[in-house]
């Protein structure tokens, strides 16, 4: 599936076609409820909200003109019912009776896990500033956790060309996030990174 063939499905999905808006689904539905678990670690609600995102860019699929669109479109969506997600556990955490606080200590958790989500959003949000060779490729590598072998037929490369353009891609996303303090979080999320 080339990026061609995923622009031609944004224009069948802009204009209504509900095969079209099937195709993009079952292409990217499994890594936002991958990207949504590494999150909150709760399979029901991650499939919930990959669902809510895929119903909300339907409702506005006139706004989009490019596959790259829709994918950050859908993963911002996800990452902010994620956030609400994780905010609305500690509000119930800090309900629970001190004994059972004391205890397990779901305040603290789940703060944790905001303040993991939030860093989190931060590399995400650098990532999406890369330049677009390099954001597909660190898309398709460690968001939609594609093989190199899956990733050459989706794009129509070789694996010699994939390997080479993913090595570039981490790099220049290591530096980046090396100089913003976010390298060692990034390394801990995907923890295959250096060499997958």
Same mark, same amino acid.
């Given at each position: +599936?080339?990026?061609?063939?995923?622009?031609?499905?944004?224009?069948?999905?802009?204009?209504?076609?509900?095969? #079209? $808006?099937?195709?993009? &689904?079952?292409?990217?539905?499994?890594?936002? *409820?991958?990207?949504? %678990?590494?999150?909150?670690?709760?399979?029901?609600?991650?499939?919930?909200?990959?669902?809510?995102? &895929?119903?909300?860019? !339907?409702?506005?699929?006139?706004?989009?003109?490019? $596959?790259?669109?829709?994918?950050? $479109?859908?993963?911002?969506? *996800?990452?902010?019912?994620?956030?609400?997600?994780?905010?609305?556990?500690?509000?119930?955490?800090?309900?629970?009776?001190?004994?059972?606080?004391?205890?397990?200590?779901?305040?603290? !958790?789940?703060?944790?896990?905001?303040?993991? #989500?939030?860093?989190?959003?931060?590399?995400?949000?650098?990532?999406?500033?890369?330049?677009?060779?390099?954001?597909? +490729?660190?898309?398709?590598?460690? +968001?939609?956790?594609?093989?190199?072998?899956?990733?050459?037929?989706?794009?129509?490369?070789? +694996?010699?060309?994939?390997?080479?353009?993913?090595?570039?891609?981490?790099?220049?996303?290591?530096? *980046?996030?090396?100089?913003?303090?976010?390298?060692?979080?990034? %390394? *801990?999320? !995907?923890?295959? !990174?250096?060499?997958?």
């Amino acid at each position: +599936m080339t990026a061609t063939y995923d622009d031609t499905l944004i224009t069948r999905f802009r204009d209504g076609d509900t095969d #079209a $808006f099937g195709q993009l &689904f079952d292409q990217l539905v499994r890594p936002l *409820v991958y990207f949504a %678990i590494k999150h909150i670690e709760n399979k029901q609600e991650a499939e919930d909200m990959a669902a809510f995102a &895929f119903q909300q860019a !339907w409702n506005q699929r006139v706004k989009f003109n490019k $596959f790259t669109s829709l994918r950050s $479109f859908l993963y911002t969506t *996800v990452r902010n019912k994620c956030l609400d997600y994780l905010k609305h556990e500690r509000v119930k955490a800090s309900h629970k009776p001190a004994l059972q606080t004391a205890f397990d200590q779901p305040q603290q !958790w789940t703060d944790a896990k905001i303040i993991e #989500a939030e860093t989190l959003s931060l590399i995400y949000q650098e990532i999406e500033r890369l330049p677009q060779h390099h954001r597909e +490729m660190i898309t398709l590598s460690f +968001m939609e956790d594609l093989s190199t072998e899956e990733i050459a037929l989706r794009l129509g490369k070789s +694996m010699a060309h994939v390997r080479t353009a993913r090595a570039r891609a981490i790099a220049v996303l290591r530096k *980046v996030l090396a100089e913003k303090g976010l390298l060692y979080v990034a %390394i *801990v999320h !995907w923890l295959n !990174w250096p060499g997958k």
